[in-house]
């Protein structure tokens, strides 16, 4: 399977209640850098790697999202999948279902972004016969982010979601599944990939991916700031259209 094949879904639905301090009136995931939604700079820079057709799980204030893209005239082709009530990470996924068509496909969380290596993500995915691969990277205070241990296998035997505050391998947020993880999944139900889903496959065919790539997260109103910083500049200020 071509990376141009998998298909990507972004979760965009969360309520970005830290944030709404300095970003009241959107989805965090339309939180503009540069000029530009957070969102967009997401879907460009996967796009650089030949993915093509992206799959926006919306939930709070989600008209924002569809009017934005409704006209969108770009090369990717963009799908709305809705939530009529929260449904968390995991629900989401399990949600936009109906729009996956890859085998294997790409998991993005909408408010961070990590310039791994795609293309060395999805072989090592598959090289690895995983069900789950997710993108790890190193951070000096885990306290905020998924603590992960990996085997020398690279397997995961280790997943605690916001514990302690020493160094480790953290979350980074992008993911490939294998389409058949989500028969584990109820529809219409609340459920998190990071306490719910990822716990339960840990020891099982679940890896992590270390990337040296940084994490960059909106989340909250100073990392929204770093962000600024981090990212301005980085894809110009053209409305990706």
Not at 49 to 61: A, E, Q, V, W
Not at 177 to 205: C, H, I
Not at 214 to 223: H, K, N, Q
Request: hydrophobic content about 35%; some cysteine.
């Amino acid at each position: 399977m071509t990376l141009a094949e998998i298909d990507v879904i972004i979760l965009s639905g969360g309520q970005g209640t830290r944030l709404r301090e300095v970003v009241s009136d959107r989805p965090k995931t339309m939180a503009e850098i540069n000029q530009r939604p957070f969102l967009d700079i997401l879907i460009d820079y996967t796009s650089t790697y030949c993915f093509k057709r992206f799959i926006l799980c919306t939930g709070y204030k989600s008209s924002i999202i569809k009017d934005y893209y409704a006209d969108y005239t770009g090369q990717q082709e963009i799908l709305i999948s809705d939530e009529n009530q929260p449904l968390d990470t995991g629900g989401a996924v399990k949600n936009a279902e109906q729009f996956i068509q890859s085998d294997s496909f790409l998991v993005m969380n909408g408010d961070s972004f990590c310039p791994v290596d795609l293309p060395g993500f999805a072989d090592f995915h598959t090289k690895k016969g995983a069900m789950i691969s997710m993108v790890v990277v190193e951070a000096g205070n885990a306290r905020d982010y998924g603590l992960i241990s990996l085997d020398n296998s690279q397997k995961i035997i280790r997943f605690e979601e916001k514990t302690g505050d020493e160094q480790a391998f953290i979350n980074a947020g992008i993911y490939l599944f294998k389409k058949e993880v989500l028969a584990s999944l109820a529809y219409n139900t609340k459920y998190s990939l990071e306490y719910d889903l990822f716990p339960s496959f840990v020891g099982q065919e679940f890896y992590g991916y270390i990337s040296p790539a940084p994490m960059i997260d909106i989340g909250t109103p100073e990392r929204f700031e770093q962000a600024q910083k981090s990212i301005s500049g980085l894809y110009g200020n053209a409305r990706h259209k």
